[in-house]
């Protein structure tokens, strides 16, 4: 009797472990939908700081982007080419990426503290950067 117990003991443990071991390989992150410019294989964390990067430097929400979902309007659907504007961040990430391998040696040994542009280099918190410089009236003659 004490065997029949053993056996069910040792079954549901093996059992339980199968399942954590199920549960913790499916946690991994799923592949992101549509990634022309950002590596496929990026995780939730790296890309989640990327986008609030655009945030924050372009002073908009995702919705700026990101289309709203056909099923669920509530959402928005991070896969869609719907909206121009994604395909803007697209082209201006790749400018950037050369700007800064060609005049700043960006991602080369050696130089992470090189200077770099980035998207709030030009818009500086605004969807559409300035592209001309308001000058001050010029001071009074005397």
């Given at each position: 009797?004490?065997?029949?117990?053993k056996?069910?003991?040792?079954?549901?443990?093996?059992?339980?472990?199968?399942?954590?071991?199920?549960?913790?390989?499916?946690?991994q992150?799923?592949?992101?939908?549509?990634?022309?410019?950002?590596?496929?294989?990026?995780?939730?964390?790296?890309?989640?700081?990327?986008?609030?990067?655009?945030?924050?430097?372009?002073?908009?929400k995702?919705?700026?982007c990101h289309?709203?979902?056909?099923?669920d309007?509530?959402?928005?659907?991070?896969?869609?080419?719907e909206?121009?504007?994604?395909?803007?961040?697209?082209?201006?990430?790749?400018?950037?990426?050369?700007?800064?391998?060609?005049?700043?040696?960006?991602?080369?040994?050696?130089?992470?503290?090189?200077?770099?542009?980035?998207?709030?280099?030009?818009?500086?918190?605004?969807?559409?950067p300035?592209?001309?410089?308001?000058?001050?009236?010029?001071?009074?003659?005397?």
């Open positions: 009797m004490f065997q029949l117990h056996r069910k003991l040792y079954a549901g443990i093996g059992l339980l472990a199968i399942l954590i071991i199920g549960a913790s390989a499916t946690t992150d799923k592949p992101k939908p549509n990634l022309k410019v950002l590596p496929k294989n990026i995780d939730h964390e790296a890309l989640s700081k990327i986008m609030k990067e655009f945030n924050v430097s372009l002073g908009v995702c919705n700026f289309a709203q979902s056909k099923t309007p509530k959402k928005l659907d991070f896969g869609s080419d909206k121009d504007e994604k395909n803007i961040a697209r082209s201006m990430m790749k400018m950037t990426s050369k700007i800064n391998k060609k005049y700043f040696n960006f991602n080369k040994e050696g130089e992470d503290n090189a200077p770099a542009v980035t998207c709030i280099t030009c818009h500086n918190g605004k969807a559409h300035e592209s001309k410089v308001t000058l001050p009236p010029p001071p009074p003659e005397r």
